[in-house]
């Protein structure tokens, strides 16, 4: 099912209807010769086009790069505390886990895989089975992606103008 509104696709097939009947008056003068049938194919074409691009783009609007800066930062931070052996840090930061792992949400099966990895991770850490956290946080970590996010350099952060601070209007710093 496409998506987006249908009265404005409706508008313009109308519109271009209307000008291919006075182009075809004009023809002779102005235009080079069109059909109406030619007409009609080219805006059948832009619009199903456009429609296309509305659905295509509806379900990216950056909430996977904004779940892997915001989130990630706090996962790799409790490596220390399991490396320690602190299973209170690891069932604190359950919420974080899942957070992060809307980065995979638009891929059910890998969504599927990491929030079975963050399950059995948090029930292990209720339990206080060090070792098994350790392989499960390892596991975890050992994701391609998470592993070039991490390689990334630290970006600057004095007078960085965020989205957010476009618009409350402070300066990230």
């Known amino acids: 099912m496409a998506r987006g509104p249908l009265l404005?696709?409706?508008l313009a097939l109308t519109a271009v209807y209307g000008a291919s009947l006075l182009i075809g008056g004009l023809q002779s003068a102005f235009v080079t010769p069109m059909s109406r049938r030619q007409a009609m194919q080219g805006v059948?074409?832009?619009v199903a086009t456009t429609l296309g691009v509305q659905a295509a783009?509806?379900?990216w609007q950056g909430e996977p790069a904004k779940a892997l800066n915001k989130y990630l930062p706090a996962v790799v931070a409790l490596g220390d505390s399991i490396a320690k052996g602190d299973m209170k840090a690891v069932?604190?930061?359950?919420r974080k886990f899942q957070l992060l792992n809307t980065f995979w949400r638009n891929s059910p099966a890998a969504f599927k895989v990491k929030s079975a990895i963050v399950e059995d991770l948090v029930d292990a850490a209720a339990e206080g089975k060090v070792d098994e956290v350790?392989?499960?946080?390892?596991k975890y970590m050992d994701?391609?992606?998470i592993k070039t996010a991490k390689a990334y350099p630290k970006g600057?952060?004095?007078?960085?103008?965020?989205?957010?601070?476009?618009l409350v209007g402070v300066e990230k710093n």
């Open 143 to 145: 994701d391609p992606i």
């Open 156 to 166: 600057p952060t004095k007078n960085v103008i965020s989205t957010w601070s476009a």
């Open 44 to 46: 059948a074409g832009a």
């Open 8 to 10: 404005p696709a409706l």
């Open 57 to 59: 783009h509806a379900d």
């Open 91 to 94: 069932v604190k930061k359950e």
């Open 134 to 138: 350790k392989k499960l946080y390892a």
